[in-house]
């Protein structure tokens, strides 16, 4: 696995690789590296012949008080985990390097960047969105693998492509969970051992609704009662948001639709740490 930290670097060797006629895989993330993320390197090399990975903590996408300074970088494990995946590239470019000095321009999705994480972080998906189009630029991808856990950022990914004429598929991956259903996350090292066993509320609690929609209920307020009621089951869990919205523009849905996706999305604190989860499903 080659590690490369200079933007150009990169820029030229996926031009070297297009050159030859190979597809190439990419994965953008922030490294801490956990099953999730291999499984999108997994995916991004079942559909391409050069896999890119990405690991870059965007401080762009932090507001003032959120976690940057702390956000885990254990490099070298992260650069194991990823060449034992399979990765053949690893791009690890300094913030320095990738916003140079100057640097002025933003990308702005705009109704799919409000509500829900873009009402408690108002800055970040102007982060998200403008970091992952720089990416795509540098590593020219056929195919781009973003997580369905962060599934607003998904839809905004989609959004900007479809609307920049971006050259690249992106492609979903489901959630990767832990043994008791907590969704992986590079954050949940931040829990305490009572949050931590506490948390898997927010799993259970999608659960309940998808046992629901399997018995026929269809009502998105009566479901988003179920979630709510679940949750305050946990004293220690302070949820955020609890909403159905369609999967393709994120918008909130007032009644469900045959033939339609949704995402029934949740947010929750415990303590400090503020988790995502969410439950994909058709009608
Ligand atoms: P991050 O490093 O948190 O920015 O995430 C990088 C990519 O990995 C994003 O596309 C995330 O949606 C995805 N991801 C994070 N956690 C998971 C998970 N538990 N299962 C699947 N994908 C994930």
Redo the contacts with the bound molecule.
Sequence with gaps: MKILNEPKELQRLAETIRLQEKRIGFV????ALHD??L??VKIAKQRADVVMVSVFVNPLQFGKNEDFERYPRPFERDVELARLAGADILFAPSAAALYGEGFQTFVEVREISKGFEGDVRPTHFRGVATVVLKLLNLAKPHVAV?????AQ?LALVRRMVADLNLDVEIVG?????EPDGL????RNVYLSAEERREATILYRALQEAKRALESGERNPDALKRLVVATISSVPIATLDYAEIVCAEDFSPTPALQSGKTYFLILAARFGKTRLLDNLRFSL
């Design positions: 953008p993330t922030m490294g999730g993320h499984s999108l973003f997580g369905e856990k962060d950022q991956a489901p959630i990767v969970r969704a992986m996350s590079s």
